[in-house]
């Protein structure tokens, strides 16, 4: 007896059936049309990475799926953790045939090996905007402008747009004397809405493990209350980037730079018809990766904050100098396509998306009208309306019908020998239950407009 194997997908990963698929692909179309309405350009690269490309042949703390290639000896390849380090790479590459600035868009399937959330996966899709060769801080703005269009276009409003600048986080540091660990300290500080004060306190003072942990930053008492100083202005502060500015006083340049920095965006987003109360200057956004220079964006839904960021990402002008020699500036931001399709469904905001592409639906009543179906379906394509012929082994009218409506297909299309000897189609209305007969010289027309009404 044969052992038949489990068709269960790896954990971390998931299946989407075709209800699922269809209405992810309403979605992601919606947002490409918005990603090339302000002018971003499509790019793919390969899911596989050299090892070192992604890594810049450093230890990281990131959890990376490595690819094996048998008794191959050459250097490792790797799934790619996200869509920014392959673009650093393609900018390296072929940065004098690329148009300046240079905006992208790309959809792609990212892998990490961390623990497994509601709507986050081991493999998930990420959906991507960049702008690299640009320095201004119109880019940045562009970027939130982009997210509140999105959101527009997929009818969610109650979106709160984040924004913070990592060179007012490098002030802090600079402040406190942390140094070479300023990473460690943005991702404490990144997960303040999840610990709270006093475990983000605790952690900030953590002594060293032993001599080898170079994870601890060990703060003293009066460098602890400089940082709760700070996060009091983040989260409760109604003139955030004034009160940062007499927290820094004297004491860090490049700290009122950021301060400088956010300023300018929030005047360019402003003119972009963003609305003031969407968008919320809070100091203690810090994104977890460490190539963010300068502003940083985070997107949550109002309705349903518990999923976390939807649509992140920020200013990494350094990126691209682990492949080259210049200094390429770049911001962008990605969404998290199934922590935003797991929040859609959650919101029950996913019910009015159609679940099939099928628009018209042609029955077969005998095998000798075969021909004259398949004709009129070619002509239907042709005309723009996707139409499905049954196909099935039951030829039962109930059978197909049953098919049809489960499908959710809108528009049914009749014709037995009588009507076929007439020149006339029944065609039925599934949405509105209505039925009326319609010569085949108007066929198209009349599905069209059924169409277009509804």
Same mark, same amino acid.
Request: a negative charge; charged letters at 25%; hydrophobic letters at 40%.
């Given at each position: 007896?044969?052992?038949? *194997?489990?068709?269960?997908?790896?954990?971390?990963?998931?299946?989407?059936?075709?209800?699922?698929?269809?209405?992810?692909?309403?979605?992601?179309?919606?947002?490409?049309?918005?990603?090339?309405?302000?002018?971003?350009?499509?790019?793919?690269?390969?899911?596989?990475?050299?090892?070192?490309?992604?890594?810049?042949?450093?230890?990281?703390?990131?959890?990376?799926?490595?690819?094996?290639?048998?008794?191959?000896?050459?250097?490792?390849?790797?799934?790619?953790?996200?869509?920014?380090?392959?673009?650093?790479?393609?900018?390296?590459?072929?940065?004098?045939?690329?148009?300046?600035?240079?905006?992208?868009?790309?959809?792609?399937? #990212?892998?990490?090996?961390?623990?497994?959330?509601?709507?986050?996966?081991?493999?998930?899709?990420?959906?991507?905007?960049?702008?690299?060769?640009?320095?201004?801080?119109?880019?940045?703005?562009?970027? @939130?402008?982009?997210?509140?269009?999105?959101?527009?276009?997929?009818?969610?409003?109650?979106?709160?747009?984040?924004?913070?600048?990592?060179?007012?986080?490098?002030?802090?540091?600079?402040?406190?004397?942390?140094?070479?660990?300023?990473?460690?300290?943005?991702?404490?500080?990144?997960?303040?809405?999840?610990?709270?004060?006093?475990?983000?306190?605790?952690?900030?003072?953590?002594?060293?493990?032993?001599?080898?942990?170079?994870?601890?930053?060990?703060?003293?008492?009066?460098?602890?209350?400089?940082?709760?100083?700070?996060?009091?202005?983040?989260?409760?502060?109604?003139?955030?980037?004034?009160?940062?500015?007499?927290?820094?006083?004297?004491?860090?340049? @490049?700290?009122?730079?950021?301060?400088?920095?956010?300023?300018? #965006?929030?005047?360019?987003?402003?003119?972009?018809?963003?609305?003031?109360?969407?968008? #919320? $200057?809070?100091?203690?956004?810090?994104?977890?990766?460490?190539?963010?220079?300068?502003? $940083?964006?985070?997107?949550?839904?109002?309705?349903?904050?518990?999923?976390?960021? $939807?649509?992140? %990402?920020?200013?990494?002008?350094? /990126?691209?100098?682990?492949?080259?020699?210049?200094?390429?500036?770049?911001?962008?931001?990605?969404?998290?396509?199934?922590?935003?399709?797991?929040?859609?469904?959650?919101?029950?905001?996913?019910?009015?998306?159609?679940?099939?592409?099928?628009?018209?639906? @042609?029955?077969?009543?005998?095998?000798?009208?075969?021909?004259?179906?398949?004709?009129?379906?070619?002509?239907?394509?042709?005309?723009?309306?996707?139409?499905?012929?049954?196909?099935?082994?039951?030829?039962?009218?109930?059978?197909?019908?049953?098919?049809?409506?489960?499908?959710?297909?809108? /528009?049914?299309?009749?014709?037995?020998?009588?009507?076929?000897?007439? %020149? *006339?189609?029944?065609?039925?209305?599934?949405?509105?239950?209505?039925?009326?007969?319609?010569?085949?010289?108007?066929?198209?027309?009349?599905?069209?407009?059924?169409?277009?009404?509804?």
């Amino acid at each position: 007896m044969t052992l038949l *194997i489990a068709p269960e997908v790896p954990g971390g990963f998931r299946d989407y059936l075709p209800v699922e698929q269809t209405r992810r692909t309403q979605i992601l179309r919606t947002i490409e049309k918005v990603y090339q309405s302000f002018g971003f350009l499509p790019l793919d690269t390969p899911e596989v990475e050299r090892w070192s490309v992604l890594t810049g042949n450093e230890v990281t703390a990131m959890k990376i799926y490595k690819v094996s290639l048998g008794d191959k000896t050459d250097e490792p390849l790797a799934l790619r953790f996200d869509l920014t380090v392959p673009l650093a790479r393609v900018v390296a590459a072929y940065g004098n045939t690329l148009p300046r600035p240079f905006k992208r868009y790309q959809l792609g399937r #990212v892998f990490r090996g961390e623990t497994s959330q509601k709507g986050r996966y081991n493999g998930f899709y990420q959906f991507d905007i960049d702008t690299v060769f640009s320095g201004s801080m119109l880019t940045d703005a562009e970027v @939130i402008a982009v997210i509140w269009s999105t959101f527009q276009a997929l009818k969610i409003p109650r979106v709160t747009i984040k924004i913070n600048d990592r060179k007012i986080l490098n002030g802090l540091a600079e402040m406190i004397g942390v140094g070479s660990k300023a990473n460690i300290l943005f991702q404490i500080l990144d997960r303040m809405d999840k610990l709270g004060m006093e475990e983000v306190t605790k952690i900030l003072q953590r002594p060293p493990d032993n001599r080898l942990d170079e994870t601890a930053l060990n703060l003293s008492d009066r460098a602890v209350e400089t940082v709760q100083e700070f996060l009091r202005i983040a989260a409760d502060s109604t003139l955030p980037l004034e009160e940062a500015a007499e927290f820094f006083g004297n004491s860090t340049q @490049i700290g009122h730079a950021g301060i400088q920095e956010l300023q300018q #965006v929030r005047g360019y987003v402003q003119n972009m018809g963003v609305p003031d109360d969407r968008v #919320v $200057v809070d100091l203690s956004v810090a994104r977890g990766l460490g190539y963010y220079t300068g502003p $940083v964006f985070e997107t949550s839904l109002d309705d349903l904050p518990s999923i976390g960021s $939807v649509f992140s %990402g920020g200013r990494y002008d350094g /990126l691209v100098g682990r492949f080259a020699n210049d200094s390429v500036p770049a911001t962008g931001a990605s969404i998290g396509v199934d922590r935003l399709f797991a929040a859609l469904e959650e919101l029950n905001a996913l019910q009015q998306l159609a679940t099939t592409a099928t628009q018209v639906f @042609i029955l077969v009543f005998d095998q000798s009208s075969l021909p004259k179906y398949l004709q009129v379906a070619n002509r239907l394509r042709e005309n723009g309306l996707a139409t499905e012929l049954h196909c099935g082994d039951d030829t039962a009218f109930k059978a197909q019908l049953a098919y049809a409506v489960k499908q959710g297909i809108p /528009l049914l299309v009749i014709g037995g020998p009588e009507e076929l000897e007439k %020149g *006339i189609w029944q065609v039925k209305d599934l949405r509105t239950r209505e039925q009326a007969p319609v010569t085949d010289t108007m066929l198209v027309a009349h599905l069209h407009d059924l169409l277009l009404n509804q």
